[in-house]
């Protein structure tokens, strides 16, 4: 029944679920309570009437897990990579056990020249749990590569709902109406982070501004 819900799930995003993503999408649903954040510090919120618009973080240098994909959509990419990274952290690693899950998952996005659609290729990043931040485990899917992301820092928003090309577009396009004219932040280069599962309508996400280094 897990596995029937998920592939409607997956049919969704156009993506065909494999069989052998039952073990995982198991294990993810035994662990789903046990989700450690990613660090961060909050820097600065910008807001009216108590609700945050923005909020400024810089997060740590740290040790990810990273899969790159160029599908069609957007919604396929990042479901392709993030069945990868499921096998990774439910056991096709080095240590052969659930290595636990952290939230958000990034989505590093690149706009085309004319900034009126996504580039194919979505870089997927997983931040290891603190357990395994100084030794990673090694992947067996050779297209998952363990990176040192320096550090990052932020300028985000939160959305609600589906994460296809077209709310991205949008999100990016109501930022920078709040954000107004800056040479703070990167232009081309955006991140999407997700919170929860794609089984759930309403999921929370955020759109990432890179600040200039």
Not at 29 to 57: D, F, I, N, T
Not at 83 to 109: A, D, F, Q, W
Not at 178 to 206: H, K
């Amino acid at each position: 029944r897990l596995f029937a819900h998920w592939e409607a799930v997956a049919s969704t995003h156009r993506v065909s679920l494999p069989r052998d993503m039952a073990g995982p999408i198991a294990q993810m649903a035994r662990h789903r309570h046990a989700r450690q954040p990613v660090p961060y510090v909050s820097l600065s919120q910008h807001g009216k009437c108590e609700e945050a618009a923005y909020e400024e973080r810089r997060y740590p240098a740290g040790k990810w897990a990273c899969v790159t994909m160029g599908e069609p959509m957007y919604e396929q990419s990042i479901s392709m990579s993030f069945m990868k990274l499921m096998r990774y952290i439910c056991k096709e690693n080095s240590v052969g056990c659930h290595l636990g899950m952290t939230v958000p998952v990034l989505n590093e996005i690149h706009l085309t020249k004319e900034g009126t659609e996504l580039e194919r290729e979505v870089l997927t990043a997983y931040y290891l749990p603190g357990e395994f931040q100084q030794n990673p485990p090694v992947p067996m899917d050779p297209e998952i590569h363990i990176t040192e992301r320096a550090p990052l820092r932020v300028i985000t928003r939160v959305f609600y709902g589906m994460t296809t090309e077209e709310t991205i577009l949008r999100e990016i396009s109501l930022f920078w109406e709040l954000l107004g004219s800056t040479d703070a932040v990167l232009r081309g280069t955006y991140i999407v982070a997700s919170y929860e599962n794609p089984s759930i309508p309403q999921r929370r996400n955020e759109i990432w501004f890179i600040c200039q280094a």
